[in-house]
């Protein structure tokens, strides 16, 4: 088992940039992929980007391809989402979340998430 802890959000004007941190626990930090995920007001929760195992291979949603980065440090047991050229759609709760398991990248294939942190854009 793995627990998750989020942090890094904050207000930010429209074009800035932050970066989010994922803190796990457990000395099986690579047996799990992680993931970012966003919910926004009245939302459903979203798929935001993921990470192998490795760190081999990222993924992300084209909502934020090309402006997201995620990253893991494996030594310090931590996931990164660097985020640039934030816009005011990506306000949202943002959760960190991992799994052992494959398979789409949906809330439902992931099995273990963070209290989330809170990211507000500006115009």
């Known amino acids: 088992q793995v627990q998750v802890l989020e942090s890094g959000g904050g207000l930010v004007q429209a074009g800035g940039s932050l970066r989010l941190s994922c803190a796990a626990s457990?000395?099986?930090?690579?047996?799990?992929?992680m993931g970012w995920f966003r919910q926004a007001p009245g939302k459903e929760r979203e798929f935001a980007a993921g990470?192998?195992?490795?760190?081999?291979?990222?993924y992300y949603a084209d909502s934020v391809k090309g402006r997201f980065t995620i990253s893991r440090d494996v030594a310090k047991n931590t996931v990164y989402l660097q985020m640039n050229s934030l816009k005011p759609e990506d306000t949202a709760a943002y959760y960190c979340?991992?799994?052992?398991?494959?398979?789409?990248?949906?809330?439902?294939?992931?099995?273990?998430w963070g209290q989330g942190t809170q990211v507000t854009v500006s115009s």
């Open positions: 457990g000395r099986t930090f690579n047996n799990y992929e």
């Open positions: 990470i192998s195992r490795s760190g081999g291979g990222t």
């Open positions: 979340a991992a799994r052992q398991r494959t398979g789409a990248y949906t809330p439902q294939n992931y099995d273990y």
